[in-house]
């Protein structure tokens, strides 16, 4: 489903019209990530699907960055982008997550049960980086991400969609300049 700003209202086509001005709603930040071929699609495919949960709508969606494998460096290059959506007021952060995890599987993700290869390659990936301003330690979601502030490749596309936004109370520019990283267009490094 394609959704599109007009008028006010995102409009799903054929006559469907969301208005999330008129509606109680959470802002969610997603990073979405793959590097199993074709990663870009893998990525398009979990938007389709995300399209699909009710009362959830995407706002705004980074570009696509090409990222360096962090811990686990044996494996293809990663593709990650940062997506913001507006859930409706029905949705929590532990059942959001729960949701995510089943699309995740739907999608091809296997995890494996060998500590070594948990930052492995992966056919999708989809964290949940944010839930407002929620904090929670929860075993199934904790929020923030516990390792956003450490990841320029969620951080980079998160400052593209939200440059003023803070995690924590922490400015996500400043987040960027607390470790090494460097990019060269669509390319990450850390």
């Given at each position: 489903?394609?959704?599109?700003?007009?008028?006010?209202?995102?409009?799903?086509?054929?006559?469907?019209?969301?208005?999330?001005?008129?509606?109680?709603?959470?802002?969610?930040?997603?990073?979405?990530?793959?590097?199993?071929?074709?990663?870009?699609?893998?990525?398009?495919?979990?938007?389709?699907?995300?399209?699909?949960?009710?009362?959830?709508?995407?706002?705004?969606?980074?570009?696509?960055?090409?990222?360096?494998?962090?811990?686990?460096?044996?494996?293809p290059?990663?593709?990650?982008?940062?997506?913001?959506?507006?859930?409706?007021?029905?949705?929590?952060?532990?059942?959001?997550?729960?949701?995510?995890?089943?699309?995740?599987?739907?999608?091809?993700?296997?995890?494996?049960?060998?500590?070594n290869?948990?930052?492995?390659?992966?056919?999708?990936?989809i964290?949940?980086?944010?839930?407002d301003?929620?904090?929670?330690?929860?075993?199934?979601?904790?929020l923030?991400?516990?390792?956003?502030?450490?990841?320029?490749?969620?951080?980079?596309?998160?400052?593209?969609?939200?440059?003023?936004?803070?995690?924590?109370?922490?400015?996500?520019?400043t987040?960027?300049?607390?470790?090494?990283?460097?990019?060269?267009?669509?390319?990450?490094?850390?």
């Open positions: 489903m394609a959704w599109r700003w007009r008028d006010g209202a995102f409009d799903a086509g054929r006559g469907s019209r969301y208005d999330i001005r008129a509606m109680e709603k959470h802002t969610v930040y997603l990073g979405l990530g793959a590097n199993e071929p074709p990663a870009a699609r893998r990525i398009a495919q979990a938007f389709e699907e995300l399209g699909r949960i009710p009362g959830l709508v995407l706002d705004e969606a980074s570009p696509i960055y090409r990222t360096e494998p962090q811990l686990y460096a044996d494996q290059w990663f593709s990650n982008q940062v997506a913001r959506f507006f859930a409706d007021a029905s949705w929590e952060p532990v059942p959001l997550m729960q949701r995510l995890l089943e699309l995740e599987t739907a999608l091809g993700r296997v995890r494996s049960t060998d500590p290869l948990r930052y492995g390659p992966r056919a999708i990936d964290d949940m980086l944010l839930f301003d929620l904090v929670s330690d929860h075993p199934v979601c904790t923030p991400h516990p390792r956003l502030k450490e990841r320029a490749f969620w951080l980079v596309p998160l400052r593209d969609i939200a440059p003023d936004i803070a995690i924590q109370g922490t400015p996500v520019g987040c960027l300049e607390a470790f090494r990283w460097f990019s060269d267009g669509d390319r990450i490094w850390q």
